[in-house]
């Protein structure tokens, strides 16, 4: 029996997102990526695999605003990244972009 598209359950990265080791790979691979749009978006995703009320309260931004921040294509400030990423267990953290 064939199946449609239409009839597949829709995917939620957030599902997969089960500990800090997750979430720090996906986080990783978006910055990899370069788009500054996205990483807010990956940080909003990871949230939500977390529970957004748990990362606002952890980071003191109350949940309207963070999800605002976190939404497709925001430009949130660089705390407020670093506050997620705390809140997240993660931290970004700077590598040679060529080692020897």
Do not use: W
Not at 23 to 50: F, P, S
């Amino acid at each position: 029996m064939k199946k449609r598209i239409a009839d597949l359950p829709d995917f939620d990265m957030a599902q997969q997102l089960k500990s800090e080791e997750d979430i720090a790979a996906y986080i990783t691979m978006v910055i990899e990526d370069g788009d500054a749009a996205e990483l807010a978006h990956a940080l909003g995703v990871a949230a939500k695999a977390r529970g957004m009320s748990e990362v606002a309260k952890s980071t003191g931004i109350t949940r309207e605003a963070l999800y605002k921040a976190l939404k497709p294509n925001a430009k949130p400030r660089f705390d407020t990244i670093n506050k997620v990423c705390a809140a997240l267990g993660v931290r970004l953290v700077a590598q040679p972009a060529n080692p020897h």
